[in-house]
């Protein structure tokens, strides 16, 4: 009969590692271990559970219907750790030891070099973890107690957390130099009618939300989805369509291709920026604080 002190948090950190990735090799960079030690964990885990948790073969992974049992509770086993931790380090500072912070691909290099810094300055004893992922990989792992908080653009995905305002962020239309919208001062949805737009590719919520707008003013995706800004960029650049660029992310992203940046005619689109985590958790608080502090510490509106 296998008792609770077989199984160690590790394990369980693996077995989670292992499903959301359904990968030994990126399961192993995710956790930080070599992949034979975490295989070797694996297996251990299964042999003081009496199941099999994975079906392997050299072609993929695949949770078995009791690893999906037991990964499930594993997750609730982790999140209860680690606010039992948070909780103990709120008797002391709040301030101290390490938050795992998630962050949105639109958001992390365009927020990070400006805020960075003076959150050192204000918390020398804070270290933060980051993770950059799309929303719906941070939403799973903030439920999962992955994560303490995460930066996002508000979306009704986001569902129970807890989340507090950071910023408006205004959407700009960018075109390609000499193209007839780049002589306009402003732009009015109705200009962008049946114009072909340049989106990021499914899973990023830059791309609802782009997509929303494309319904409203009647413009048409065009073929070709990016992964990431800068491509979409360049892309633009060359000629291919226009898109639609988060303020945050113009100082940064003009400076890679040749185009032309132009405001929206009120009403103007854009996204609200959230702090969000657990409703449960034990640093919501300072959380509440620290979405305080970034509010102050954010970037100003740039100059077209």
């Known amino acids: 009969m296998p008792r609770p002190s077989d199984l160690t948090f590790r394990q369980l950190e693996y077995l989670v590692a292992l499903a959301d990735t359904l990968g030994f090799h990126r399961a192993a960079e995710r956790a930080h271990v070599s992949q034979p030690a975490l295989s070797a964990q694996i297996q251990q885990a299964e042999a003081v559970l009496g199941v099999r948790l994975f079906e392997r073969n050299q072609r993929r992974v695949l949770l078995t219907p009791a690893g999906e049992l037991v990964v499930a ?44 810094p003076g959150v050192h300055r204000a918390h020398p004893d804070l270290r933060l973890l980051l993770r950059e992922e799309r929303t719906p990989v941070l939403v799973r792992e903030l439920l ?11 979306v009704p995905d986001l569902g129970t957390l807890s989340r507090a305002p950071l910023a408006e962020d205004p959407f700009l239309l960018a075109a390609p130099l000499g193209h007839p919208l780049a002589r306009k001062r402003r732009i009015a949805l109705r200009d962008l009618e049946q114009a ?23 413009a048409r995706e065009a073929d070709f989805r990016a992964s990431s800004l800068p491509t979409l960029m360049q892309m633009v650049a060359a000629g291919m369509g226009l898109t639609l660029l988060p303020a945050l992310c113009a100082p940064m992203e ?5 185009l032309v940046l132009r405001p929206f005619a009120p009403p103007v689109p854009g996204r609200q920026l959230v702090l ?29």
């Open 73 to 116: 509770r594993a997750r609730r086993v982790l999140r209860e750790a680690e606010d039992l931790l948070a909780a103990a380090r709120l008797l002391s500072d709040p301030f101290r030891g390490n938050w795992r912070l998630g962050l949105i691909p639109t958001v992390a290099p365009y927020l990070l070099p400006e805020i960075l």
């Open 254 to 258: 003009r400076t890679r291709a040749s």
């Open 276 to 304: 969000a985590w657990r409703g449960g958790s034990p640093l919501a608080g300072a959380l509440a604080t620290f979405a305080g502090e970034l509010r102050a510490a954010w970037p100003g509106a740039i100059s077209l």
């Open 144 to 154: 999962a107690g992955g994560l303490e908080a995460a930066i996002l653009a508000e």
């Open 196 to 218: 072909p737009l340049l989106l990021l590719e499914d899973g990023h919520c830059l791309r609802g939300q782009a997509l929303a707008i494309c319904a409203k003013a009647g």
